[in-house]
């Protein structure tokens, strides 16, 4: 019995990544009895709300979702309103508002604009938590025309034990970028990368939960946003060369034949 | 939710199969098969899609000696399609992506346009191997009212499933002219690349581009098409 979960996952990272909000929408209405899974398996672009009462957004995600209803991470309240909606245990929640103004601030750093979040659950004596980042550009209007989004996803998964715990990450970044030039015509990259590592780490005063899942996030972000740039743009270059040579065949068989040349001469010295 | 017809199950089915990166339709097929209540629901409209994604992509398949090229500029009927260069016109199965027979041309190519073709099918098909190390050219030719209009494809791919990667670039040219006459030229390149190794990236670009150059007699049309 083919596995329905698998058939979907793989088709979502075969279609074109700008267009998964469509895609996932069509897919649920094929196999509606995948809805959850779907929903908490493939990653879709965040989407922003606003808490009126704290005059701030928040994002949207799984994590923060109780039916049809979404947290936010600034006043703990379920917007539509909720009688019993699932929230974090007091001592978590405490966690949880201190990760979000660190996780601001972070934001603030790194990206100059753009919408943090930042959910916490209880797993039995352990905890998780999101940090969610979105930040979107549209230069059209001054005259640049590009159109950017940039998602960040970091589940992180926490088992204490004793002095230290172990730090279980898994990120996702997603990147979209549109652009239409006279010169390039209509060309939209678009992707997600996903990323997993490990960590165990000494927990104390000086060393709080945040400030490891912070760094270790850090890192992460940082590696993501290299391989970004080398996978993107220069994989995707190279993939676009070979199928069309930029300077012809017999341009670059003479000089591969040059290269040769040199290097048998200089190793009959 | 509500519930969706078996018509919106096949219709979501299908844009799924043509939106399929190059090289991986037949993973596609498997999969959206797999998502069906019923796998069989998709075997009506089965032969119309692959037919629409064979020629809309631009299939490069082996006849046995050289590669040709799976256009609907070189349709002659739903599993047929015209080779001008070797002059044979190939039976083509679009569900098995293989070709099955062939026989010669016998009056799809126009008489009058020919010279005109077939000189600037030679100065292409030169262009195209020079700098299309792993593509197909082809140069099909048409009268629309009393303009001769020669279309050149080109389609190249190059699939590297083993490093998960997958490319093609079409590009479509289109020449208008009377003979003797100036040659307007207009062109679409499409590039599509998916790379998805830990994730899935695409690039999906789509270019217009056009021109004119001086026409003349068949070779000299030919030259400037080219340099054009």
Redesign the interface.
Known sequence: M???L???L??????????IED?LA???????DL?EDLLSAVDQPLKIATDKEAHRDYLLCDYNRDGDSYRSPWTNKYDPPLGDGAVPSAKLRKLEVEANEVFDIYRDLYYEGGVSSVYTWDLDDDFAAVVLIKKTQDSTKKGQPMKGTWDSIHVVEVQNSGNSAHYKLTSTVMLGIETETKQ????????????QTEQTSEVSEANPHISNIGRMIEEMENTLRQSLET??FG??KD??N????AA???LQRQQQALARDIGSSLRSR | MGDVTEEEMIQIANNFLLASPPGEFMEVVTDVRGLLPDDSLINDTAPITFREYNTVQMLQVYNGEVDVLVSKHGEVSDTEYLDPRSGQVFSFDHIRQEVTGSRPISGELDGQVEPYRSAIDQAFEKYAREFYANGTSAVYSSKKGSDFVVTMCISSSKFNPNNFWNGRWRSIWTATFKPNGQVSLNGTLRINVHYYEDGNVQLNTEAERSASVAGGDPQATAGNIVKG
């Open positions: 083919v596995d329905q698998d058939c979907a793989d088709l979502m990272r075969r279609m074109p990544p700008n267009d895609n069509n897919l649920i209405d094929l196999v509606p809805c390039a015509g209509r060309v939209a990259l678009g992707g997600s990368l996903t990323r996978i993107y994989k995707t993939i676009a070979d199928l069309r040579n012809g065949v017999s």
